[in-house]
């Protein structure tokens, strides 16, 4: 199976010019959490950006929503081909821990976009994939950064008490 027969085509896009606000309501209007980032001339993919990452590295750092996209936007994402094959797009997604894969023509502009879900429902369709091989690589993809904590500052000391909890 290759990426094209998964991916999302023609996916919503934004500029690295364009506001957050503008991203947010693109996210808004297309019910999408990531966005591909591509240049205004040339329409190549230059990165992408996250709901998480408008509100993580800019709300939540004193943004203002007129903030442009190339502020926050992770630069040079890693992309892969609609020829790709899909266990090589499965692959990097659980090593890198990449949730979404832009998918890019040969000249590198935006053709699609693959999900953790996509892959779910592919591997369900073609019945190659049992669950709990979709399970492990969701959940590599999912695993927290080294180091990274999952509550704010203010209650990282309370961090090993309340995960004993749960």
């Not at 290759?2 to 896009?13: D, L, S």
């Not at 990165?47 to 998480?52: A, F, I, K, L, S």
């Not at 969701?138 to 309340?162: F, N």
Request: glycine letters at 8%; one cysteine or more.
């Amino acid at each position: 199976m290759k990426a094209r027969e998964i991916m999302t085509g023609n996916p919503a896009c934004c500029t690295t010019e364009d506001s957050l606000e503008q991203a947010a309501n693109l996210m808004a209007q297309h019910d999408c959490g990531c966005l591909p980032v591509v240049d205004g001339k040339s329409g190549r993919v230059v990165g992408v950006v996250t709901d998480r990452d408008i509100a993580v590295r800019g709300v939540a750092r004193g943004q203002s929503p007129a903030a442009k996209v190339s502020e926050v936007m992770t630069a040079s994402p890693h992309t892969c081909g609609p020829d790709v094959d899909l266990a090589d797009v499965e692959r990097t997604m659980a090593e890198r821990q990449i949730r979404r894969m832009v998918v890019v023509d040969d000249a590198g502009r935006c053709v699609g976009m693959i999900a953790q879900a996509d892959l779910a429902r592919a591997a369900a369709r073609r019945g190659e994939v049992t669950d709990r091989e979709v399970a492990r690589v969701v959940e590599r993809i999912s695993e927290p950064a080294v180091g990274a904590s999952r509550l704010p500052p203010s209650d990282a000391s309370r961090q090993p008490e309340l995960e004993q909890r749960f």
